[in-house]
């Protein structure tokens, strides 16, 4: 409950929170560096699966031309793309 993560992108229809936080993220796109590629897989995409207003996450690898889409069809867990 005390984790807050900085992602690259998020997308809300909800207002801004407290501090300028986004309390109900629909989309998070997060660019993997060479540097922040463990931490953003290992650490930061658990997390963010666990959001249950997230509808789609986005891994965008920064030097290859690829994507990693997770969707989320109906409530429930998110399926990789």
């Given amino acids: 409950d005390d984790t807050q ?3 690259d ?4 229809c909800a ?10 993220p ?3 796109v997060e660019v993997l560096s060479p ?3 463990a931490h953003d897989l290992g ?3 658990p997390d963010y ?3 249950p207003t997230v509808r789609e996450i986005w891994l965008i690898d920064s030097e290859r031309r690829r994507l990693q889409h997770w969707r989320r069809d109906e409530p429930g867990s998110l399926t990789d793309r």
């Avoid at 992108?9 to 809300?12: D, H, Q, S």
């Avoid at 207002?15 to 109900?24: L, S």
Wanted: hydrophobic share 40%; no cysteine; glycine share 4%.
């Fill in 43 to 45: 650490r930061k995409l």
């Fill in 49 to 51: 699966q666990e959001l």
């Fill in 5 to 7: 993560w900085q992602a």
């Fill in 15 to 24: 207002p801004p929170g407290r501090r300028h936080t986004i309390e109900a």
């Fill in 35 to 37: 540097t922040t590629r």
């Fill in 26 to 28: 629909l989309l998070i």
């Fill in 9 to 12: 992108l998020a997308v809300t």
